[in-house]
């Protein structure tokens, strides 16, 4: 393999090598709460604040930012709402 | 699309855990109308993915849904009662959905495939960020040049595809278990092997994680 790696794999690379070490949530454990968190943001309750771990975990995440923005326009759509 | 227009009775967490542990009518309609919410659920998730407007999407949505529901019934009693039960449910059926759709993508395309330049082999969801300067982008390239180096010959190919396919295609110690035909502990024996030989590495050129990611995000 003597093509070189992207420098967009590098930086997610060395990412979740600074995340492991800093103790900062995995992909895995943000996971585990964006439902509460997107429920709280739903909810014009300051998730940020209630939940700071996963909102920086979103800030430097792309896939789980992307993840999350996805599950919002699901949960804001007219149909979203299903749930007493 | 055959499930517009459907009303679904609104359930409270606890009405939804109760029916769908139920046997008979309740669960049955439960799980129908899980099933409606979660279709068209994923219609909204996934428009930035695929064209959710085509005969085709009602197919695929089908097939995660399906797939979510046994995913769901399987955690039911995972579920902790923090968030809305569609909510969780939703975020399961949207996962399915796209490491499926994510799957597809790299079965379609081999590990050499992903790590060469081809334009469009790989598209990541990073936020642009401003050009680098000359310089800049001259350090850039010798950082690029020896972090290639020490993946590409200081790991292992198991171990450099094993972290690839958790840190660049998200998918979980389960799935790269699967797909590489291990245990799942061994993969998560590689994955932490993996990461302490590439920081090693990394340190015996005198780097760390943070100053390479620093150098790219100047």
């Known amino acids: 393999m003597s093509e070189p790696i992207g420098t967009d794999i590098v930086q997610r690379l060395m990412r979740h090598l600074v995340e492991i070490e800093a103790g900062k949530l995995s992909c895995q454990d943000a996971f585990a709460l964006l439902d509460e968190y997107a429920d709280l943001c739903c909810h014009q309750k300051e998730a940020e604040k209630i939940m700071p771990l996963v909102q920086n975990h979103l800030h430097q ?20 709402a299903n749930n007493d | 699309m055959g499930w517009r227009g459907i009303t679904v009775a609104k359930r409270s967490n606890q009405q939804w855990l109760n029916d769908l542990r139920a046997e008979g009518q309740p ?32 197919a695929l949505a089908e097939d995660f849904v399906q797939e979510a529901l046994i995913k769901i019934l ?9 968030s809305l039960f569609t ?30 330049t ?4 790989y598209t990541p969801l990073l936020v642009a960020s401003s050009s680098p300067g000359p310089a800049e982008q001259t350090e850039q390239a010798d950082l690029m040049a020896q972090v290639q180096q020490l993946l590409l010959h200081g790991l ?26 291990m245990k ?16 090693t590495l990394l340190e015996k050129q005198g780097l760390t994680p943070a100053q390479v990611l ?5």
Not at chain 2, 35 to 51: E, K
Not at chain 2, 88 to 111: F, M, N, P, Y
Not at chain 2, 159 to 165: E, F, G, H, S
Not at chain 2, 214 to 218: G, K, P, V
């Open chain 2, 87 to 116: 909510t969780w449910a939703h975020k399961i059926t949207l996962h399915v959905a796209l490491t499926e759709l994510r799957r597809k993508r790299w079965q379609d395309h081999s590990l050499d495939g992903l790590l060469a």
């Open chain 2, 184 to 199: 799942t502990n061994a993969v998560y024996k590689l994955l932490h092997d993996a990461r302490l030989r590439l920081r």
């Open chain 2, 214 to 218: 620093q150098a790219f995000e100047s």
């Open chain 2, 74 to 82: 399987d955690q039911l009693d995972s579920f902790a009662g923090r």
């Open chain 2, 27 to 58: 669960r049955e309609q439960a799980l129908a109308d899980l099933h409606t919410i979660l279709v068209r659920g994923l219609q909204q998730g996934l428009l930035h993915q695929i064209n959710t407007n085509t005969p085709e999407f009602a």
């Open chain 1, 61 to 80: 995440c792309p896939d789980c930012q992307a993840f999350y923005e996805a599950l919002l326009a699901i949960l804001q759509s007219p149909e979203g």
């Open chain 2, 118 to 121: 081809d334009e469009g082999e």
């Open chain 2, 156 to 181: 292992t190919e198991k171990q450099r595809t094993a972290l690839i396919a958790l840190v660049i295609h998200g998918l979980s110690p389960e799935q790269i278990a699967a797909e590489m035909e």
